[in-house]
């Protein structure tokens, strides 16, 4: 499936990068990310795709049920095993999902007292194979702010030209270019 080699193709430059990334770099706070951390970033990719594999068997996917995982924001290599695993689940067939989140957010009332509104989950219509382009669209767009925390924690780490970029974007100055 093309989508699950582009999975790979962007997987394989996170990894690359994290393979090469000392782990005090990958779990410190970067001023160019607001204090976040490489691996905040990467643990976030690392979930959705998570919640998706976890949510298939029912078919209900819930993207923000999941686990938070500070380990996964510390340990470089234990990110590089998961992201692996979830290379090797991907090859499942199409299928109707309903994507169930909730966007309403808490009264002002409701955020100083520290609690959350009861709303009903909104329910989504989707399949399979469009939560993984979403995923895949969302791991760009990490992967663009990690390169960021890159430049500043780990000035002499080489990222790929494309590490970050869209498709559509690679694409486009592909044909800008000639």
Request: hydrophobic share 40%; aromatic share 6%.
């Amino acid at each position: 499936m093309e989508l699950q080699q582009a999975v790979q193709s962007v997987f394989g430059q996170l990894t690359g990068s994290l393979c090469q990334l000392k782990a005090s770099a990958y779990s410190q706070g970067s001023a160019v990310l607001s204090g976040h951390t490489i691996g905040q970033h990467v643990r976030h990719i690392i979930e959705l795709f998570q919640a998706l594999e976890n949510g298939y068997g029912a078919g209900i996917v819930n993207y923000e049920k999941r686990k938070r995982d500070r380990l996964i924001e510390t340990d470089p290599s234990l990110a590089c095993r998961l992201l692996q695993e979830i290379q090797d689940q991907l090859d499942r067939p199409d299928r109707p999902l309903i994507l169930e989140a909730g966007y309403a957010a808490p009264s002002p009332a409701a955020a100083s007292a520290g609690t959350s509104p009861v709303t009903t989950p909104l329910l989504i219509a989707t399949n399979y194979y469009r939560e993984i382009a979403y995923n895949l669209e969302h791991t760009i767009h990490h992967m663009a702010m990690i390169r960021i925390g890159i430049n500043q924690l780990a000035a002499d780490l080489v990222l790929p030209d494309e590490y970050g970029i869209a498709s559509s974007t690679l694409k486009y100055r592909r044909e800008c270019a000639q």
